[in-house]
């Protein structure tokens, strides 16, 4: 069984920055990992805002490109994301997400990952 738990949330005001964490337990080899960070505002759908690679190498749509930040810890199975310049429109729930994926490149979507953890809120007031 794969558990993936989050935390680090919590509430800044605009300019603020955050770091959350999302620690990796079960039996799923450090090496093959894909993982992702996403997030949910209230009334629109999940986005994603990074994926970290097998190989290291981290994506990130427009939105938040040159704010937010993915590294990873292997010895602790722990992945960060450092949230800098915060704005308002970054709130929502935070969730990190982890696939087992040896053969097959990362992905971006939803439906690319099957494990899941219960999400940290963030919220960034003006």
């Known amino acids: 069984v794969v558990r993936l738990v989050e935390s680090g949330g919590g509430s800044v005001q605009t300019g603020g920055s955050l770091r959350l964490s999302c620690e990796v337990s079960g039996d799923m080899p450090v090496l093959s990992w894909c993982t992702a960070w996403f997030r949910q505002a209230p009334g629109k759908e999940r986005e994603g805002v990074g994926r970290?690679?097998?190989?290291?190498?981290?994506t990130y749509p427009d939105s938040v490109k040159g704010r937010f930040t993915l590294s990873k810890d292997d010895s602790s199975r722990t992945v960060y994301l450092q949230m800098n310049s915060l704005l308002p429109e970054d709130t929502g729930v935070y969730y990190c997400?982890?696939?087992?994926?040896?053969?097959?490149?990362?992905?971006?979507?939803?439906?690319?990952?099957?494990?899941w953890g219960q999400g940290t809120q963030v919220t960034v007031s003006s």
């Open positions: 970290l690679d097998k190989d290291g190498t981290t």
């Open positions: 997400a982890a696939d087992y994926r040896p053969f097959r490149r990362c992905g971006s979507e939803t439906s690319d990952y099957k494990f």
